[in-house]
């Protein structure tokens, strides 16, 4: 499918993702980008961990659940036109549509982005770099960093390889990112009692995220992270 498709983007370059109509370098046309709008999550929302909620909580139970004790933002859920689009952008190589999705994040988050010293990234396990050619969540972070004006750090590497997360449950997962991350050493004096903002492709579980967030505070000394993904699983 991915060859056709990357022959279908020699040929016709511009072409919207969705109704083909051709449209400029971001892949998606005006119309069709109206209609990935309509996706985004709208309050009432977690004022911690940005789940939609009834009325507006500082703390959901997901919340509680999961411990989550970090600030959690997403742009839209994980269905529809927008997991379409981080398919395409993740799987299909169209890395144009990373500016689309930046744009529509600092649209809706620019505040919560610019209060923070440094813009992070989950790393790519060496399959997935394998699979795909690049870490879909740095080019994201490079993204926002310089849509901001902050500082890209790259904070963290895998200690080990882990189990592929989707045929796992969530216990499962937990288990697998036990002390999976580790701090590279250049950056922990830098680190220090900064605020971070930590970004990932997909929120599925916060086990990745709760355990990146762990080993930041714990090796790094950093005093407040933030983090944002494109989408999340509700």
């Given at each position: 499918?991915?060859?056709?498709?990357?022959?279908?983007?020699?040929?016709?370059?511009?072409?919207c993702?969705?109704?083909?109509?051709?449209?400029?370098?971001?892949?998606?046309?005006?119309?069709?980008?109206?209609?990935?709008?309509?996706?985004?999550?709208?309050?009432?929302l977690?004022?911690?961990?940005?789940?939609?909620?009834?009325?507006?909580?500082?703390?959901?139970?997901?919340?509680?659940?999961?411990?989550?004790?970090?600030?959690?933002?997403?742009?839209?859920?994980?269905?529809?036109?927008?997991?379409?689009?981080?398919?395409?952008?993740?799987?299909?190589?169209?890395?144009?549509?990373?500016?689309?999705?930046?744009?529509?994040?600092?649209?809706?988050?620019?505040?919560?982005?610019?209060?923070?010293?440094?813009?992070?990234?989950?790393?790519?396990?060496?399959?997935?770099?394998?699979?795909?050619?690049?870490?879909p969540?740095?080019?994201?972070?490079?993204?926002?960093?310089?849509?901001?004006e902050?500082?890209l750090?790259?904070?963290?590497?895998?200690?080990?390889?882990?189990?592929e997360?989707?045929?796992?449950?969530?216990?499962?997962?937990?288990?697998n990112?036990?002390?999976?991350?580790?701090?590279?050493?250049?950056v922990h004096?830098?680190?220090?009692?900064?605020?971070?903002?930590?970004?990932?492709?997909?929120?599925?579980?916060?086990?990745?995220?709760?355990?990146?967030?762990?080993?930041?505070?714990?090796?790094?000394?950093?005093?407040?992270?933030?983090?944002?993904?494109?989408?999340?699983?509700?």
């Amino acid at each position: 499918m991915f060859v056709l498709e990357s022959l279908l983007d020699l040929l016709f370059p511009n072409q919207c993702l969705f109704c083909h109509s051709f449209t400029d370098s971001l892949l998606i046309c005006s119309s069709c980008s109206k209609r990935v709008e309509q996706e985004i999550f709208v309050p009432p929302l977690c004022q911690n961990c940005g789940k939609p909620a009834y009325y507006e909580v500082k703390k959901c139970i997901f919340c509680f659940q999961q411990k989550i004790t970090f600030e959690i933002r997403s742009l839209a859920p994980y269905t529809g036109m927008m997991k379409e689009i981080l398919v395409h952008y993740k799987l299909g190589r169209k890395k144009k549509l990373a500016d689309f999705l930046i744009r529509l994040s600092v649209k809706n988050y620019l505040g919560y982005f610019r209060e923070v010293d440094f813009v992070t990234f989950i790393p790519a396990t060496r399959r997935c770099l394998k699979e795909r050619g690049f870490n879909p969540a740095e080019m994201l972070a490079k993204l926002i960093a310089k849509e901001v004006e902050l500082p890209l750090v790259d904070t963290l590497f895998y200690r080990r390889e882990p189990v592929e997360q989707k045929s796992l449950g969530f216990k499962e997962r937990k288990e697998n990112l036990r002390d999976v991350f580790s701090l590279k050493p250049e950056v922990h004096n830098r680190l220090s009692g900064s605020k971070l903002l930590l970004v990932d492709d997909v929120l599925t579980t916060g086990t990745t995220l709760k355990e990146a967030c762990r080993v930041l505070k714990k090796e790094g000394k950093v005093k407040r992270i933030r983090a944002f993904t494109i989408a999340r699983q509700l």
